[in-house]
């Protein structure tokens, strides 16, 4: 007890002695951004990744922020509520009415803008279905999704657009490889017939099989050889991991319809989300029409 004593009163002259001082951090003021509002605020919330700042405004209005301070959109909630809470994921939040005893959970459908622009795709450019596949070619998942999003495609064949966007991970050594090469293949009209090739030996993949497969599916091997290399092929690549990033990729296989993502990749799964897509762009039609 006298020993412990003895240390407290070592420490406390030494803090006397000023040889202990608290550390002070600096704290300034390092940029602003004021988040215009069309109604007087009640309350906000941020989302768990930062990427969204949702903003409660009188009239049961909800006011979507990127994390940056964008406005992305805003949602009538047809109802009165006095306190947002974030749920488990970006897409759900909590609203509660402190004076009904009531708590919603509200689960959000987030719309992305996806440049599809120069990726490979099948289908017309004009159906109303737009299926976008970030993928890559050693990911087992992604090999198994392949022909199950092949098979909703020829489902609704002229209906839906098949995109297909690159997403290779850094943990797979020739994940960057087959896509550089899957896009060289599409400069000779090749990418879908290679495409199937990577995803059947995408355990097995490494260059000379690569090569093979460009052997295989009757690419000009000179050709080929050349356009891999071309830095504009791997510009694209890393435009498209930028471009997933952007919309919340974390993960391969992602898969947008219309630019929703789709968290069911089985067959029914797609096929009612593309059939459900389609039904809006009926009523949409009729709408037009009258």
């Not at 976008?132 to 392949?146: D, G, I, R």
Request: proline share 4%; charged share 25%; hydrophobic share 40%.
């Amino acid at each position: 007890m006298k020993t412990m004593r003895s240390v407290i009163c070592m420490i406390l002259g030494l803090f006397a002695m000023g040889i202990f001082q608290p550390a002070r951090a600096g704290v300034e003021i390092g940029g602003k951004k004021q988040l215009e509002l069309a109604a007087p605020p009640v309350d906000v919330a941020v989302a768990n990744s930062g990427r969204w700042i949702f903003v409660l405004a009188e009239g049961g209005k909800l006011l979507i922020y990127s994390g940056n301070g964008d406005l992305e959109g805003s949602i009538g909630l047809g109802g009165s509520f006095d306190c947002i809470n974030v749920g488990p994921t970006d897409e759900s939040i909590l609203l509660t009415n402190r004076k009904e005893n009531r708590i919603e959970v509200v689960t959000l459908s987030f719309i992305r803008k996806i440049d599809t622009e120069g990726s490979p795709y099948l289908g017309s450019c004009d159906a109303p279905v737009e299926i976008t596949v970030f993928s890559e070619f050693e990911c087992p998942h992604c090999a198994k999704l392949a022909p199950v999003l092949h098979e909703v495609f020829e489902k609704h064949h002229g209906k839906v657009k098949l995109v297909y966007k690159n997403y290779p991970l850094k943990s797979h050594r020739s994940a960057v490889s087959a896509a550089a090469a899957a896009l060289a293949a599409d400069r000779q009209g090749k990418f879908w017939p290679f495409h199937d090739l990577l995803y059947k030996d995408y355990n097995r993949l490494n260059n000379l099989r690569i090569q093979e497969i460009a052997a295989e599916v009757g690419l000009d091997i000179e050709a080929f050889r050349k356009d891999v290399l071309d830095p504009q092929i791997m510009s694209k690549i890393q435009k498209d991991i930028e471009d997933g990033a952007k919309i919340g990729v974390r993960g391969v296989p992602a898969v947008y319809i219309n630019g929703r993502f789709q968290a069911d990749r089985s067959l029914k799964g797609l096929s009612d989300s593309v059939e459900k897509e389609l039904d809006k762009a009926k009523k949409t039609s009729r709408q037009e029409g009258e």
